[in-house]
Structure formats: structure tokens, C-alpha cells
């Protein structure tokens, strides 16, 4: 398999052909060509019609297509087509539709309609894959394999007969035998424990107010995750075999409200990493989510290029409000998503359904045609993305990496837990943001990841961090690093076990803290701080061991309690953050944090005005993105390719706007 | 069959003597002929007392019921006892119990547990009506046949294999074959393209966030209200071979909280329109809505007759919270459908029940006896319908109209639309309102009637537009008509697919504009028009290709552009207004409107006192009811029916207070 | 049977150790024993560990803990072992599954997922009962025996086809046969006629918006706390003959927050009564709801010991938010279950968690180890429980009787009520807490329950009343009685059918007084009476039939009628409170009353200082809970057992303080 070097920024989308006639493909292409598309997505929802009927294969409309793309000079991103299977499939085999929690058949008419373990779903996928790879594979437009399409997006877990078998082999594996289940899942509790592995079911809908067992629980999220895994093996091998040429993705949804998949263990498997992201137009940071997403997806792809594969020109139409993008706003989001490591910004999709579920999410081509504003920002964003080709292979620079893991998510927002407030991308959202409004980058790494070469280490709710995770950011501070670790976090191991001894067991030590009780605050509750800075969710019954109290609650359960702590611990220091900190009281900690640890911004920056470096072989790349309403000036020299001037020491950026510095002398 | 000739104003109300033993009944016909009751409903409930075991019929009570109001003079609405089956239908045809959307059964235990589909309920219940008309179809008393009741109120769409098949047939009479189904549902998108109508099902619940193909919901609901139509049309079927001189009527639920069935097409099969109204009390403007609900039954009757057959003579038991009717309400509110074209108010139910569901409903006759308030007021209304006796068979005037739509309506609220905030109801209220508190009154009307005679038609956000309620608005202006169109409207055509170009494609030549995009609001968010009036929900990015401006936007998503428009098209005039005006943006555009057109009041009003006129042979008649807390004024003169009065220029109204006018020289 | 004879204040918990090693239990004994723990609950989960698989008993552990807690003087509650059944019995009889009202099954994986009718269950219950019975049946360790646990906590019921077959039977046990079931249901209404017993279901899903049958409901209610009451008469059936000396209980849930089971009904079957009960960590008043608690436990123990089963020694975890307790809280909170009758605290458990579902609930020894302030404040309990000892077996003083029933609060909450807003405990908490904030303490009695002796007797919200009921409270009053019924009482008898004739027909004699129609009010609104004081939820149109006008509503729906009357009646006085009064109102109310009623407090005291007597053989003891964060003073004397200070004539407690005052000369 060749890997994918990347030449140039990619721009494109989706390419739903078959939605459309076929008078309006040679549009698409004249419009696709006139915008610099470079890269389409095919076939994603083209099952039904690759194989109408079982067994009955109708390719040639797709050769056409692709034929088509590669005489315009468009690559194609080629969908195994398997993303949701046509009617006849569930009809044929009903055992493969999807049971959900509560027992209720999922049914077709919208998609994903599958049962992930569907021995009938699988052996037809293959075949329609080997299909396509056997007359597509070598086809000079595909320059990519896009498998399957959002896993896990709409029928993440099934609760069926055919997955508690799927599920049952899964913990023999994981746990050698019975005792192992029982064991891990402490089953001596509530009189659970199994004689026969054949007892185990998957963590059906239980009575009222009594819940689930929580390992039982969190091995079913590991379980569901491996299961979709398993469809994307299928598929590679496949392709592997019959298009060893051609590099595989899969289309990852990494977006602080996406938890169903561990994408660290999917990361392995793609040679490409891509994602979608879509923002939250409600939430008035989802700016800042775009770029802790894009920092994610950066470390999925361990630094490497990686793709935005799908995000939407304007409105989306699946939020209960869907307003329309800002003027500037899509060149602004898209060269966010390049500042911070893709390599590549497509959208879903080129033209825009006039019929189906999604016929308010806007296209490149609007219903309103081509005489619009957004069309015209599209023609000036493909522009600029062939200008900046030359960024495209660098790499982003950071001093600071976040640990970040999905099964500490899966875990920490499991029921019966001490407060329903604390949920998993808070605190990593309120740190990355605070960083953020500093100009300083942020990594993200896997639990248990080498932490060597930075600076600062982040670990925000890590409620459950195995021996390796926590020896990692241990080792880290003993080394010599700043870490900063909040509330609940290393509580339980990877069963779901509590660390006994006192709170936070995993990093009890390191932190030189013992906390005997969690006092976590009644809704709407705050507690003021000895800074007068505010704080709600959570406090803490901790005592000293080592570390010095750096803030106090002066109110609350625990009136004169640490808040905030401090410990040298070899030749690093380790911090806690016991509370719910506000912006502010979040800020004023991560200030000394970055001063001690002598962390540097990318430049000097104001909030809101977002600067991020790439740097290759070439040289250095400067992106200032000002997502405020005033202008923002910059120190910068060297020449900005979105204006084309030659910078001085500084660059001056208008509300909304965007400058990419290719710095001098860098 | 002999139509429906209304010679009073009918007035009486659902009586269950079942529900009694016998010493009650004589009580009750007793206390019926003192409140001058002429019209009574029975047996909507009776089927378990009527055939107790299948096949064993036991009529004769009823036939007593009959007779013993026919002594006193009171007519029958004979129901055909089939809005409940007995329990033991559902035992011995366990398939005839329904699914609901998510697969679960609906038991018996209420009512209206059965499968609209359901051939074993459907044949039991035509041999029972056919027991009822050969057994009473020629009794004295009966006046007129009751179907079902409450079509489509607990059961409008059950999802069993039955109605599917159903479906299935339905959409091939609709669309032919197939390839018409593949085409009207836009099944290219997500793969879901049929290769066999047996592979269609009813819009059964989907994956998580993935939303079933919008037109098979919209068709579904199409099907589920024809289906039941079925079901009339097979009791009408029976009635007028065995009964044919005796008009038929269902009780429909014209309320804008109510949309199961699309009365349109349901007005054509009955002889007498009838509905049932109810207050929704913790609505401020819910009388507002009784005048609106009264208009659109009015529409359906074609301008004719009709009967309030059921309303709550003070309290009902289903809301969250059931306040009792204040001092004077009972007769304001009867007086209310009178003056709006009734002919007749009928309550829920003679005398109050002791147990079962609705036993806190209350009756004419209430739990605490006849030594109550609520009694005369029941009794003062009787006399007061029977002095009214001379308007019945009068029409109501008015040269407004609106469009209403049902499949409008269920368009309009499917699922992945711009802005969950866009309900049908609420701009058809919002318009009707302004206009009512101008003592304008409005007529409902059908998409695509003809419009000839109206000065003035209201389009609100009528999403979905087939090409003849296109054009009929567009002759309408042509020929010199004034039109108002809300936002959201002309989007689509009947299979619910975008009309391309721009917004509002079946408008937008009419309106001489042009929208890109949507740009709906956020919640809570608000924008500020040119004139200081405020807006929510929604604003669009629109191009004047024709029309003026009337007020622009001074923020919000798009400042500077238009936010009402009016466009000189043909002979008429046809307004746009692209937001969600305040009531007073509302008002002040209604006020240029109307003052354009040239449309009158009924009289010189304030907002809160409602003024109607109905017009017959031999006179005409103006309904003054004062809705508010002070005395009102009106120009009048003639005999206020109410009082006595004779009035010489000016009605005085009371607080809370009504007159009818007989007018003088009218 | 030996009959229970408190010997001591018995302190303790629930103890698993099939969840810790062996080495663990050592330790465990020695924490106990230093802790002062004289009773632990064991084996209450210990069913999948007790028979690992059908028919194969493993018991020899439990032998060796009962032989362990015996060496160190501890007694043994032990259970009976039934409360949640292994993986395997489901496993081998799916149809032990239990069934939800909307038909799902609810599966294993938590705890109690068995149908309370199943005969599998019940026989392999009985089954273990018989091996432990013939086992321990006379260790000397055994001092209680523990029938399953907190029964229909989570399985409460179920509506499978064996359910429904149970519920024929019961039915036709209660009313004879088919004619007294449709009479009591009142069938006739909405065609619910049964034309055979088997046609009876279960209240199953109901189409939408059709409410089922309300005695329907409310039957299934009653069948279903005999249900499960039958599961423990069948384990009783066998330890009378086993264990003959050894009584039993088993732990209810007494709070105003369950309402499964007619505690009533299962008191009589228990020799000891015992509860558990939870504070609820966001009501403010949880404290006052305490001891209401209380004082209904001691009711269902007719006055006599009994013992407090589980409570939180700090946080639990199944609440949104789960607080630490403050310090000194776990002290007062077990003082007043003592100060209110208790015999015994007990906690849920010695040794917190590590893993499973109830990690995060607190023990006695907690996750920290016992170097914690937690640990601390157990020792300090235990050991001032020891001190407490004389008090046990000496019975709690009180001039006001409460009546309360589970069967009117079923009935209270049915859907299609004049109000969502009137809940059943509402009135109960009001009333009870302006009595608690006075020092007066209350008896809560059954209705129909003789009511001599008590001075008042508080009827709130008795929406069901049968005739004994009635007549009971009316001739409490005839023969000098105070009585004071609030709004919602004495509407229904026992088939919940209401007593026609003016409202409230059970008590409108008795009160002289007669309510046309309820008049409640819509959310957020409120009414102000004639004393300035507030009032919402309720009001009514009430006209008086003897009774005095005391308040008068100034505004709101019935402007000058009575919202508080007085009647006198026989020998007493019956008040009647027609609307939801708020605090003030309610107190000012019960001032008048128990003046005049000559209702003494146990002691002079101040709102939030909580006073309560116990008087014994030897003497009396007076006790004093500080809940307020100011010192309080109040009048005694004698030698306060908590801190050892001879007392003349006042008693000073610090902030959240308490005393236990042996009373000098009583």
C-alpha cells in the first residue's frame, strides 16, 4: 500500500450523483472544477444502488462517475458503499436489524439500520466491497478508500442475541474465563455472580432505579467499539488484498459529543486518519471545540497529516436551530481545521438533496444556485486552499499535551456516581480553552502515552486511569514536568475498581494529597474561593500530604479546605485542581503553570484571536484567525498568502478574518 | 337521505344512561326537557351493552333510551357504538390490537384500542351498525347517525404488519408502481432505494438521530387518515342502505392542538359537520383559538351548517391542571360558535360521571346536583338558545381568507427542518388574532380553492404547496387580490421535495423576491426591525428581485435586509413577511394590509370584544361578545336577543358579557 | 416465636463480606467491635454465593461468618437471601423475567429483575429459605431473621400474562365475581364491559392520551403489594417452622417518596418492624421528612420498638448530586430516629465498596481507611448509643394523631385529576412540619383507626375514604375531637367512585360545608386570603352548611368564598382547609387549633430546634436536635446523656448539637 503523501490542501465533499440525473453530473463537474476540487467522496449511500438486488451488482453508473471525476482531474475518496444497507437486506435476513437497549427493533427507513455482529450484513458487505475493489481498485481516479461511512454514529450498540454471543466471546478473550468476569466485574454484589458464561447478557434494560453493573457496562462500550472495528478489519482486508495500492480511511466523528468509538485503537488501523466535524452552532465556544477537535484529531493521526473530511459550507439541519454561517465564516472554520494539522477540508456535500432527511444541510451548491454568496465563498475558498498548498506535510508545535481516553469517558459518566455534574469534556474543554486564549497549542495523547518533550501535561478527569497511565504522568513530573490534574480523576482502574487509601488513588502520591470524602455541590450551588474566585460542582474533604494549599474554599461544606494544590515531586511539580474552577479561577492557575513550566504562546495573542504554527521542512507557517468582532494585530514577519502582503513585524487581521504567515527566516 | 336542515339551535350533549340505573333515567329526561335540551348523543360507548358477547346482541335498552326521549320530545344522535370495541373483540382477535410506532402494543383498559387496519374489527362493527340502522334506523327520535367518535383522537397510526400492508397498497394506488415510490420518497439518498414493494414499511422507530425518510412520514400520516375514513365509509355504507333518510356526522377535533386527519378531504363524506371543541385553560388566548377552531369548522362545512358536538360545560379532567368555568364563560363561549356558524352546542356529557376516566369532567348535571351555579347557568342557556332559534341556517360573513392545510401541517413539523421553533399553528394564529381583534373575520379555506370574492387571502407558513395552491394565490393577486404570505411557505411541493432557484420556490415570483438562506434564530434570540419592533425564530438572507422593502432588519443575522416585502403583481398586491413579528410587527403590517384592500370590520370594535355578524333571508344578526374586564360599547342598533333590549345605535356590554342584535333594516 | 425485646439501642449495618477476602473479615470483626456494632445484616445478596448453582448450596461460609460475628458478641440480622436471584435462575426460566407496563422486559444485570407471581422464583426461594432456616435456624448469632430486601423497591410490578392471571384470581377473591368487578370498575363507561374474567389484563400501555380505568389501576396497586406480600408469607410459612424462635422483619421503605406496598397490611406480618430510610440530599427539609418517617414507622409498629434498617453514614449514590454528610450530622440524624421510637440504627454498610453499582455509597468504614473523620464519628456513635441503652422499649408521647393511607395516596395520584399539582404527601409534609417546628409531636394512624386519646387528629389530602374512615374521624369529633381535614380528602370510596351530593361527600357532614365544583389554579398561580397570607394549587367553590367562614379568598377564581372553615359538630370541631396555605397560613391555622384543642409541646422550643419525649417504665427522656446553626436553649432537667451535664431547668445545644435529657422526676 503506497502511503499518502500529501501535495497540496485537498478540497472538496461528498458527491451524491446518484440523486441527480445524469444532465446535472457535467455541471457538477464544470462547478467542481471552477471551485478547485480536488478530492470527492463517492458512493457512500450507494448500496441499493450498486446492488439493487441480492447478488445483482450495477457498477457501470459509478465508472461513469469516476471516469468522469479523473477527466476533470478530481481525485475520488472511493466509499466501500457499505455505510447502510439497502431494504432487501433486512427484509432477506431480519435477525440483522439492531435490538436496542430497551428490546425495541431499530428499523430501516433512515440508515445505519444494521446489527454491527450481522453475520448476514458482513458476508454481503464483503462481497459488495470485494466488487468494488475488483473493478475500482486500480481505477487512476481513487486515491483514497473511505470504509464504510460515521461508524457507530446511529447504531452503535446492539443488544441482541447475536452480539450477547459476540459480547460473551469477547470477555473470554479479554479475561481468560469465568473467574476472570467474575472478578472484574464484582460480581459478589448484588447476588450477580455467573455459573456458566452463557448467563452473561449485555447490559439490557434493568428494573427501575436499580443499575446496571457499571463494569458490565463499560465492557460493553469496549466491546461495542471492537465489534465496529471488527467490520472496518473485514473490509481492509479486502481491499488489502485486491487494491494494495491504494491508502484506506475511514470517516472518524471526533467531536467532544461523539463517544461511542476508542478512536486511539481505530487510529491503528486506517492509513489515513479523517474526520467529520460539525459545529454546534448553539454553543457560543463551539469555535474552540473546532480546534480542541482538530488538536484530537491531530493526535489520533500522531501528528501526522490527517484530513477534515466532512463538515457543513452553512447550515446544518439536525440541530433544533440551524442558522446559516456568517460571512467568512466558512474560510475562517476551514483554515482553522489547517492551522491545526489537516491537510485537507471537504464538506458534505457538493450540491444540496432537494429531497431526503437531509435536504436543509447546505451544499457547495446551494438550491438557490450559483448566484449566491455562499457559492462565491466557496469559489474564494478554493482559491486560497491552492495557495496554501505549500503548508501541506508540516507539522503543528506544541509544548502541552492533554491526556485524553475514551474509556476514562465511558467510565466517569457511568451512572451512580457521585454527581451527575461532572461529565467528561467539561474540565478538558475549560482547560484546552483557557490554553486556547493564550495562543499556546495543545496535544492530544492517549492514557498511558510517553509524555516526553513536553512541557506541561493536562490530565482532566481521568476518573479512570490504569497503572500505566498514571505511571506515565508520574514518571513525567518525576522527570522534571508540570502536570495539572482536576477532580475525579485516577479514582478507579480499569474495571471500574475504586483505588483504596484515600482519593485520587492513582495519583495520590504524586500529588501528595489524600481526600477522605467528595463533597460535591447541590445544582446551582457555588462555593467561593480565598482568590474570591467562584467554583460549583464539586469540592473536595482533602488533606495535605506534601502538597501546599494554593487556594482555599472560604465557604462550603469544607470551609478552609485546599481548592487548589501544589506539590514537588522529583524534579517536576505536580498541581491539583480539587473544584469546579470558573474561567477565571482556571486562568489564574494555568498562569503560573505556564510561567514555571516556561511555556510559550505561538505568538502574542488577545482572546479570541487564535494563532497556531505549522512548521516543515520548508519552513514555518503562522495562521492568526480572529474570531472576534475587532480587528486583532499579530507580531509577525514574512509574507501572508491570504492577503498576499509582505509583513513587517506585524499582521493586522479584520473582525472575522484570517492571515497565514509563511514567516521569514523561520 | 334528507340534508340536514337546521330549524334551532340544537342544544344538549353526549347522554350515557348506561352508566345509570334505571330510577336515574326518568330524572334525566326530566331535567334535559327543563334545559331545553333538543338534541342528545347516545350510545358512543355502548358496544359492550349493546353486543356483550360476540354476536349476541342486546338492543333493547337502547330502544328505550330512544323512545323515552323521543316522549320528551328530544331528538337522537344515534351513535353507531364503534369508538370502543368490547373487550372481548381484542381477546378473540389478539392481531386487532395496535403497534405503536415503537413497536409496543396498546392494550384495551381506556378506549379506542384497535388497529384502524383491523379486518376483524372492521367487520364486527359493520354488523353491529347494521343491527343499530335496522333496528332504529327509522326511529322517531333519530335526527341524525353519530359515526365512530373522535376518529384518529387515542389511536391515528398503528404500525402492524396489517397497516403495513396496507400502506403498501395505498402507495401503489398513489404513485402507480414502484418506480413512482423510489421517485416521490427520493430513496437515492441513504440507500434506501425499493426492489420490491413488499421491502416498504410504515415509519417505524429508526437508529438513534437517524431520521426515517420524510416523505413516507408524510405519506404515513396520509395513509393513517385515510384509513380511517375507510372506516366511516364503511358504517355510511351500511346507514344509507338500511337508514337512508337520516343524515350522518362524525364528531370532528378542529382544535390547532389536533392534526390526526385531514378534515378536507373527511368534510366531503358526511352530511352534517360537527366537531368538538375544547378549551386549553391555561392558554390566555384560548378564546381567541375557539374563534379560530369555530372559522376552520366553518371552512369545512363550506360556509353551511355545522354542530359543536362536544365541548365542557365548565371543567375537564385531562389537563395538567382543570380549573372550573367562571361566572357567564358557559354562555360566552356557546355564544361564541353561534356567532362563528353554529347551529347547534352540544356538551360533554348531560350528567356528570361517578367513576371511570372522566369522571372529574364535568356534565350539565354535576356530581353536586342541580342546587349549583352551574345548573342555571345551564339552565338560563337552554332559554337563551331557544330565543335564538332564528339564526339558525344564517351564514357568517367575511372577505378575508386564509389557507389552511392539513399536509401542510404535517410537513411543516417533520423532523431535520431549519428551526424546531417553525409550528404550523403558530403564524395561522398569530394572523387570525390581529384580525380578530379588529372585528375581521376570517374564513378557512382549502389550498388551491378558488379565491374569488375575498378581498384579502393569509397564507401562513404553508411549507408545503402543491402547484395548484401555488397558482390559486397567484390568480388570486393577478386578479387583483391582496396576499400575505408568512415565512416558510412554498418551500416544497406535495412529495415534500425543495422547489430549487431559491426561497420560497411556489412563491417567489409572486413575491418578486429571492431567498439563499435560511437564517432561523437561536433560542431566546431576538432582532430589531427598522420600524422598533422585535422579531424571533427566524430571518432569512433575501434578495428584492421585484418588491420594496417595507421594514429591514437593524441587526440579527442579516442586517439591512428585508424583512416584510410587497410586491405589485398583476392587478393585486402580495406581501412577504419573512419573520417572526411581535404581535405588534404583526399588527401594524395587518393594519396596511387591510386598509389597501379595503376591509371592514363587522363593527367598530376594541381588541377583546369579539364582533361577528351571521346573515340569512330574513335578517342579519351581530354576535358582540365581550371577552374582557371592562364594559364595551359597540355601534348597534335593532333587539339585542339577549337582553331584551332595544337598542338604538350602541350595544352596551358588560364585562364578561354577550348580546346578539337583531339589526334593524339589515 | 420469641418476641423482640429491646434490650439495648442496637447499632450496626449491613454486612457483605462475600465481597473482601478472607483476610478482610478479621479486620472487619475488629472495626466493628471497636465501633460498638451489636447487629449486622448478612446474606441479604448472598443467593448467587449460597446456591452457585440450582440446587447446590455452598453455606459453609456464611457458618463461618455467623460463627466470626458470634466470637465478637455481635448478633446477626439474617437474611433470608432472596432479595435479588443469581444469573441462573432467569437463565433456566425466562419467563421468572419480569415484564413492564409498557411490555419490555427487564433483565439481569442489576438486582430484583424476577416477577413477584413466578412460581420458578418461588420455589427455589422457598427452597433457600429451608436450607438456611434448617441451618442457622438456631445459631446463636441469629437474632433476627431479614425477609428478602426492600421489597418492590425496583420490581414493584409487573404486568406479564402470570401477573394477569394472579390479578383474575385476586379479583374474583375481592369481589365474588365478574358483575362485582364491572360494578366496581364502573365498565359501562368507555365499553369496558367484561364479558368474562379472562378478558382482565393488567393497566397495560393504553393508546395515547386514553387514560386506563382508574380502579383498574388502582386495584392492580392493591394486587400488587399482596403480591409480594405473598413471597413473604411463603418465607415466614417456613422459618415459623424452622426457626421458631426466631422473629422476623424485614426492612420497608418508609418515606414520603415510596409508595409501593400497604405498609399497613405488611406490618401485621412482621414481629419486628424495621425501615429503611435515606435522607434527600437536595430537600431542604429532608430533616422534617425524617421524622415524619419516623412517626409513620412507629405508626405501622403500633407504637411499639422498632428498628432503623439502613440509612447513609454520609453520601449515598444513586441521587443527581450525593453530598457528604457535615460533620455531626450522622450523630443527630441517628438520634432522631431513636429520639422517634427507634430501638436501633443500623447503615447500608460496615465496609464501603470497591466496585459494583454502589461503590460511591458510603460505609461505616470508608474507602479512606479509618484515619478519617468519618471512621472518627462512628466511634463516637457507637459509643453513645451504648450510653443510650436504658431508653430502649420505652414509648414515644403524642397528643396528635395523622391519618395516612397508602391506598389514598394511590388513588390521590391517578392521572385525569382536577390538578397534577395535588400530591399526596404535600399536605402530610405541611401539616406535620408547623406541628414539628412547635415541639408537638404526631402519631400517623391507619385509617379507620380508633382515634381515642389523641386530642387532634389531622386528615390531610384523603382524596379516598371509605365509610369506616369516615366514621371514624367524625366520631372522634362527635365525642370532642379536633379534627382539621384538608382539601382533596373524602371525594372517593374504596372503588374510587365519587360520593355524589357536593364535595367533600365523606366529610361534608362532619365539616358543614358543601363544594360545588374545585376551582384549581393553573401553574404559577396564586390567591391571597382575607389574613394576607398566600395560597396556590387549590381552591374551591365551598358554600357553607353550618360551618364558620375563619379565611375568605380576597381574589382568584371564587373571590370571597371560604378558604379555611370551622364547624362545630357533636362534642368537637372540624376544620377544613380548602387550599394549599402556605407555611404561615398552615401555622396560623394549627396555632388556633391545638389552643384550642389544649395540645401541649413536648418542650418550650423554637422552629428547627426538634423536641420529642420518650417515656418508659423507669422514667422519660427528653431529646433535643438542634438543626439550626444558632445554640438553642430549652427548659429541662435531669442529666443529659450526651454530655454528661446535670441540667436545672435548661438544656443549652451547640449548632447541630444534641442532648439526650434524662428527665429528673419523671
Redesign the interface.
Known sequence: MAPWHPRRIEFGGDY?P??WPRDVWAEDRALMSQAGVTLATVGV?????LE??PGRYELDWLGDVLDGLHAQGIGADLAT?T??????LT?LHPEAL?I?H????????????YCPSSTAWRTRAVALVEQLAGRFGSHPAVRLWHLGNEYG????RCYCDTCAAGFRRWLLRRYGGLDGINSA????????????V????P??????????????QLDYRRFASDTLLEELLLEKEVLRRLSPDVPITTNFMVMTRFNQLDYWRWAEEVDVVSTDYYPE??DPLTHVEAALSADLTRGLADGGSWLLMETSP??V??Q?????K?PGALRRDALQQIARGADGFNVFQVRA????????H?GLI????TD???WREVLDLGSLLERLGEVAGSRVESEVAMVWGYDAWWACEL???????VRYPDRPRALHRALWDRGITVDLVRPGAALDGYKVVVVPTLYLADDAAAAAVRDFVAGGGHAVVTYFSGIVDE????R????PGAFRELLGI??????????GETVVLDDGSTADVWTE?LRLEGAEAVRTYADG?VPGAPAVTRHAFGDGTAWYIATRTSPEGTSSVLDRVVAEAGVGAAAVTTPGVEVVRRRGEQGSWLFVLNHTGREAAVPASGVDLVSGDDLDGEVRVGPGGVAVVREAGA
Open positions: 451524491n446518484e440523486q449511500f450507494s448500496w441499493a444502488h439493487p438486488e458503499a455505510a447502510s444497507p439497502p431494504p432487501w427484509r439492531p436496542d430497551e428490546g425495541r427493533t431499530r428499523w430501516p427507513g433512515a440508515r445505519q439500520a454514529c446511529h447504531t452503535s466485574w464484582a460480581t459478589a454484589f448484588w447476588s450477580q455472580r455467573y455459573s456458566d452463557e448467563e452473561i447478557l447490559p439490557r434494560l434493568t428494573p427501575d432505579g436499580a443499575w446496571a453493573n457499571p463494569t458490565q452552532f448553539a452553512s447550515a439541519n439536525w433544533p436551530r440551524n442558522p446559516a456568517k438533496s432537494l429531497a431526503g432527511a437531509e435536504k436543509f447546505s446551494p438550491h438557490a444556485g449566491t454568496r455562499l451512572d451512580s456516581h457521585p454527581s451527575v455534574d474495571h471500574d475498581h475504586v483504596p487509601g484515600g482519593y489524600r481526600t477522605e470524602e467528595f463533597a460535591p455541590l447541590l445544582e474533604d461544606p
